[in-house]
């Protein structure tokens, strides 16, 4: 058995958990706040479906590495770099659908502001994009 196959596993798993739960929270505060709109006879804002999908990058991000990782030699770097990439880009996952939501409570209550929340958000996508960019190289040079 490759116990490094753990790591390859874990790479993409643990990413696309963070996704899913990041997802889910920023989905529920859309919801929630189209409803404030509807109640209050507003406008609906489409635009929080951006807030609501941000966190499912870090999926991708997760395959990217998976595949990258899955080819590697070294049963110990495939274990490391995938676990601890894998929970780098989950946490990240995980904020940023916390963010997304508070994101979206504050435009669905003002309708303003859209610019400086989805800043927020790219900024916390940034940690998974390092995490998958900085991984890649460090399984190069494996």
Do not use: H, R
Request: charge should be neutral; include cysteine; hydrophobic fraction near 55%.
């Amino acid at each position: 058995m490759d116990i490094g196959m753990i790591g390859v596993a874990a790479c993409l798993g643990l990413a696309a958990l963070g996704s899913a739960l990041g997802a889910g929270v920023a989905g529920m505060a859309a919801i929630g706040a189209w409803k404030k709109c509807f109640l209050q006879n507003k406008p609906v804002p489409f635009v929080l479906v951006a807030f609501a999908g941000a966190p499912l990058t870090q999926t991708i991000y997760g395959f990217i590495l998976m595949n990258t990782i899955n080819s590697l030699t070294n049963v110990g770097g495939k274990l490391s770099i995938g676990l601890f990439s894998g929970l780098a880009m989950g946490a990240s996952a995980l904020y940023q659908g916390k963010c997304s939501a508070a994101a979206s409570d504050a435009y669905g209550e003002t309708g303003q502001g859209f610019g400086n929340y989805i800043l927020v958000v790219g900024l916390i996508e940034t940690v998974a994009l390092f995490v998958m960019v900085f991984s890649l190289g460090l399984a190069g040079s494996i």
